[in-house]
């Protein structure tokens, strides 16, 4: 079966930086493209960014472009989320999903929760 936990989310001020990991098993990660996505309070999911699987080509969702990077480490079978210059309006429960641009099976995992407020 498929397995995703998200990690590394938090409470940050407008401004800082995290970075989130999304551990996977149960499938060949290494041969699959991966995408997180995020859901606001309240809200519906969002697509935030895919990478194919050897990490060579993302791409980032608007708004987030040149903030958000995404980058793979096959050899655990990792996928993270860089997040700079964070604003409140980034204040989400942030999922990886399998797939390009995939928001199939959005939720199912736990997710990670960023809060982004001074």
């Known amino acids: 079966d498929v397995e995703l936990i998200e990690s590394g989310g938090g409470w940050v001020q407008p401004g800082g930086s995290l970075r989130l990991s999304c551990a996977a098993a149960?499938?060949?990660?290494?041969?699959?493209?991966m995408s997180w996505v995020r859901q606001p309070p309240g809200g519906e999911f969002e697509l935030v960014s895919t990478?194919?699987?050897?990490?060579?080509?993302?791409s980032t969702g608007p708004g987030m472009k040149n903030r958000f990077f995404t980058t793979r480490n096959n050899t655990i079978n990792t996928m993270y989320l860089k997040l700079n210059r964070l604003r409140t309006d980034d204040t989400a429960r942030y999922y990886c999903?399998?797939?390009?641009?995939?928001?199939?099976?959005?939720?199912r995992s736990p997710g990670t929760q960023v809060v982004v407020s001074s």
């Open positions: 999903t399998v797939g390009w641009w995939s928001m199939v099976d959005a939720g």
């Open positions: 149960g499938f060949p990660f290494s041969a699959t493209a």
């Open positions: 990478i194919t699987d050897d990490g060579r080509m993302t």
